[in-house]
């Protein structure tokens, strides 16, 4: 289901505010030219075509909380370490309510098969909204601390070559 194919009024107030940031972002990236034969004009669009609301979900007692500003890495290796219990590897935005305000961030996390999250960096908040994409290959998730969608090296193959 594409960005513009989500029905605001089923999406709770913080996925609203997300889902808004996101069609906002890919609107402004519109005015970028991109090569002609890349599948995606910016990570917003990427997002647009595969990109799916996932469930926060308190983190399981036997996953650590790791340190914050490293979700990326985190989330890679937390994934490897229970992917025999099914993690994976997912990456995108995510935002919370504080002080009033929602805040949009890109951010990696975990993702159970059934879509929730298991999130190795930041506390369980129930109204945190999390829209990305699972990457299933874990030759393709970032050990080394960068995000896939915020790293010009990783970012760009995806955007021309697609998932």
């Known amino acids: 289901m594409t960005l513009e194919q989500l029905r605001d009024t089923s999406l709770t107030p913080v996925q609203q505010t997300l889902l808004s ?3 906002s972002c890919a609107a402004v990236a519109e ?3 991109r090569p002609p034969e890349w599948v995606f ?3 917003y669009h990427l997002l647009e075509a595969h990109g799916v609301f996932f469930t926060a979900a308190p983190r399981p007692v036997e996953v650590p909380k790791l340190p914050d500003r ?3 890495g985190n989330a890679a ?3 490897s370490t229970y992917a025999g219990e099914g993690l994976l590897y997912a ?3 995510a935002a919370v309510a504080a002080s009033g305000q929602v805040v949009p961030l890109p951010h990696g996390w975990c993702v ?3 879509g929730l999250v298991v999130d190795p960096t930041w506390d369980f908040r129930p109204d945190t909204a999390y829209f990305g994409i699972v990457l299933r290959d874990p030759a393709t998730w970032p050990h080394d601390g960068g995000g896939l969608l915020t790293e010009p090296d990783r970012m760009f193959a995806l955007l021309r070559d697609g998932l």
Request: hydrophobic residues 40%; charged residues 15%; aromatic residues 20%.
């Open 112 to 114: 159970t098969g059934d």
């Open 31 to 33: 005015l970028n030219a």
């Open 77 to 79: 290796a937390t994934a």
């Open 91 to 93: 990456e995108g935005f």
């Open 70 to 72: 490293w979700c990326y």
């Open 21 to 23: 940031y996101l069609r």
């Open 41 to 43: 004009g910016s990570v």
